[in-house]
């Protein structure tokens, strides 16, 4: 079963303790950091970095200084040399999202926002996904919007092409808590069908991908933005 793991952000990180999370990154992650403009995008940034990395220590249960993390050509993170296990963060809003597998899987969490939903729907969805939305009244279809998005978002990072996988390749049905991806057509770019779950977080909308038939917790581990960076600094020290 994959592990799950969710932290809110309780406010702008301090200086000092943006500082002691960064210094326990490469170099190169650092300097990807300092790109960002805003302070609220590298926070969340920063907190998926430091994540991935206290999640790995714990898998670990040692120190992780000779991990190597690297990219497919598609832009999708692994650990390379470790080929039973697999990691995918989403960040969105005051949420960042971690989650752990031995096979491929993908995470999308998104703060809702009020939307032009038909609009991007006739553009990107598929004719099944569209039916799903338009069936419902008016104000049930922002958050059906986003759980759809939600979960195409999480298919495409579990089959690691990322944007390059087209939207409508595939379709997802969902039903209840839960949702099943298909290949839309025969020689589509999505390789097989995958399995689902959808979770709220409040304002936002979190969906995790998994091979089909895959069972997912009732719900996510949570932890908050303090508490994650305690625990990376005393690790440290």
């Known amino acids: 079963m994959p592990d799950i793991f969710a ?37 969340r940034k920063l907190l998926a970095e430091s994540l991935i990395r206290y999640l790995l220590r714990k898998r670990l249960g040692r120190q992780i200084s000779g991990v190597v993390f690297a990219r497919n050509e598609y832009g999708k993170p692994y650990i390379k040399e470790a080929t039973d296990f697999h990691f995918n963060l989403s960040h969105s809003g005051e949420w960042v999202a971690c989650i752990l597998h031995n096979r491929p899987a993908g995470i999308d969490v998104e703060q809702m926002a009020p939307i032009d939903t038909n ?15 338009f069936g419902l009244p008016e104000p049930e279809r922002l958050r059906r919007f986003y759980e759809l998005w939600t979960c195409k978002e999480s298919y495409m990072k579990a089959e ?14 969902i039903q209840g808590g ?15 069908p995958r399995s689902l779950r959808l979770y709220g977080m409040g304002s936002a909308v979190m969906a995790v991908c998994a091979e089909e038939g895959a069972q997912f917790p009732d719900e996510p581990v949570v932890l908050t933005s303090d508490e994650l960076a305690i625990s990376c600094l005393r690790e440290r020290d």
């Open 7 to 43: 932290v809110r952000i309780a406010g702008p990180l301090s200086s000092e303790v943006a500082d002691g999370l960064a210094s326990e990154l490469p170099e190169e992650t650092r300097s990807r950091l300092g790109r960002y403009r805003l302070q609220a995008d590298r926070d």
């Open 119 to 133: 609009a991007i729907a006739s553009r990107y969805f598929a004719d099944r996904e569209q039916e799903q939305l």
């Open 160 to 173: 690691g092409l990322g944007m390059s996988l087209p939207l409508r390749d595939f379709y997802v049905v």
């Open 178 to 192: 839960f949702a099943h991806a298909y290949p839309a057509y025969p020689g589509s770019m999505a390789s097989m």
